[in-house]
Structures are given as C-alpha cells and as structure tokens.
C-alpha cells in the first residue's frame, strides 16, 4: 500500500528566507507525486506534479520539488518565502492505470510566516 | 467551464439523519473520487469511481454511499450521520486513460457538522 510522510505539522520561516517542506513516500513502482497548498476555508490548489522524466519540477508561484528515488522523497522548495505563501501544504502520492486518481495524501505541513 | 462543482457548501446535521453531499464536474473525467479531511490527518479517500455504473471503495467508506449513473454526476449519501463524520468532504475528477500529466481536479469542499 502507498503512504505518504510529512514529517514536520508546522514550520515558520520570515519573509523572504528560503523553504523546504519535506515529503517522504513508499510506493512499489514508480509513483505519481503531487503538491498541493490549501488557504483557510479554501480548496485544493496544486503547485506541481512528477511523473516521468526530468527530477526537477517547476510549478506555480515560485515552487519547485525534486523527486530523489534513492531517499523516497519529493520536497517542496520556495528560495524567497512571501507572506500570502502562509497556508497548508499536502504532499501526496498516485498509482498508476484505472487507480490513477486514488491519492494518499500527508498529513500535511502548516507554514507560518513572518514579517 | 465550472469544473468541479459541489453542493452545499456547508450543511448542519443532526445525529440519525442523512443526507446527500453533491459533486459535479463538466469535463467529461471518467474518475471521480471523494475524500474526507480532517485536523492532523490530511485527505482520506471516500469512495470513487472510474466510469459510469462502476464504484468503488477507499480507505474510509463505512457510513457513506455512492452510486454513478451518469459521467457528470457522482453524489455522496450519508446513511444515518454521525459526530464521527463531521468533517469537510472534496470531491475530484481527473482523466484516466493517458494519464501521464492529467491533473487531478478538486472541488472548493463542502464543511459538514453532525450534532
């Protein structure tokens, strides 16, 4: 079964100093790795997707994640924090074929910032 | 385009009661899913669905039902509520078949209280 670790509940950074949330995932084959941001009251928004090819992945807003297979990891970097960046962040992992959409999701990463 | 589409919004509850939270999406995705999410523990899938007239359960289905008659629709029935559901419920939707970089659509969420 695939599961999904966000080892830190809540992380506070000061505006404009960089940021790593990290995502630890177990996954037989090789996974389909999201992240997502959630503001209070507010739906899912996604910041980036891995599924083939290069390591690297540019999303939204600034975001990056480096998917490392050797660590199990896919963490969610951001080299100059904002202040609307404040929110909730889920890691999360799918499947392959007809379980394509069947995520697991972290527990999820609460960020604070600072002025 | 309305992409995914849930209603209500927020909804209260008595214990015993039930009720049908509604999700519709204007894509045409053969898969839809919802999940369940609460304090500390990220999203947690419900029930889904790869296609009319084929569901399937998640990871916490106990007390929910879902039935999909047609692409668009795919409603959520809580049977008998309970504290236990009090939560807030989304709905997604996503392409199956080539689905290397589909996105994982999700609805803005519906905040269920059972009292």
């Given at each position: 079964?695939q599961?999904?670790?966000?080892?830190?509940?809540?992380?506070?950074?000061?505006?404009?100093?960089?940021?790593?949330?990290?995502?630890?995932?177990?996954?037989?084959?090789?996974?389909?790795?999201?992240?997502?941001?959630?503001?209070?009251?507010?739906?899912?928004?996604?910041?980036?997707?891995?599924?083939?090819?290069?390591?690297l992945?540019?999303?939204?807003?600034?975001?990056?994640?480096?998917?490392?297979?050797?660590?199990?990891?896919?963490?969610?970097?951001?080299?100059?924090?904002?202040?609307?960046?404040?929110?909730?962040?889920?890691?999360?992992?799918?499947?392959?074929?007809?379980?394509?959409?069947?995520?697991t999701?972290?527990?999820?990463?609460?960020?604070?910032?600072?002025? | 385009?309305?992409?995914?589409?849930?209603?209500?919004?927020?909804?209260?509850?008595?214990?015993?009661?039930?009720?049908?939270?509604?999700?519709?999406?204007?894509?045409?995705?053969?898969?839809?899913?919802?999940?369940?999410?609460?304090?500390?523990?990220?999203?947690?899938?419900?029930?889904?669905?790869?296609?009319?007239?084929?569901?399937?359960?998640?990871?916490v289905?106990?007390?929910?039902?879902?039935?999909?008659?047609?692409?668009?629709?795919?409603p959520?029935?809580?049977?008998?509520?309970?504290?236990?559901?009090?939560?807030?419920?989304?709905?997604?939707?996503?392409?199956?078949?080539?689905?290397g970089?589909?996105?994982?659509?999700?609805?803005?969420?519906?905040?269920?209280?059972?009292?």
């Amino acid at each position: 079964a695939q599961s999904v670790t966000q080892p830190d509940i809540h992380i506070t950074v000061s505006e404009g100093a960089s940021l790593e949330l990290r995502c630890n995932y177990s996954y037989g084959a090789t996974p389909y790795l999201f992240w997502y941001v959630q503001s209070p009251g507010q739906g899912l928004q996604l910041l980036l997707k891995y599924f083939s090819g290069d390591t690297l992945v540019q999303g939204i807003k600034g975001f990056e994640a480096e998917f490392k297979r050797s660590q199990s990891s896919f963490n969610l970097r951001k080299p100059s924090v904002h202040w609307s960046d404040a929110a909730e962040y889920f890691c999360a992992v799918g499947a392959g074929g007809t379980s394509y959409g069947k995520l697991t999701f972290g527990q999820g990463t609460i960020l604070t910032v600072h002025p | 385009n309305a992409g995914v589409t849930q209603t209500p919004k927020f909804q209260v509850l008595k214990t015993g009661q039930s009720m049908t939270l509604q999700c519709a999406q204007d894509m045409n995705h053969e898969y839809m899913s919802w999940y369940r999410q609460d304090p500390g523990m990220g999203l947690r899938l419900i029930h889904y669905s790869v296609g009319a007239g084929i569901t399937d359960q998640g990871e916490v289905p106990n007390g929910y039902n879902v039935s999909r008659s047609t692409t668009e629709d795919f409603p959520l029935r809580l049977l008998s509520a309970a504290p236990s559901q009090t939560s807030v419920y989304f709905c997604a939707s996503s392409q199956v078949r080539g689905m290397g970089g589909n996105t994982i659509y999700f609805g803005e969420g519906s905040w269920l209280t059972v009292v």
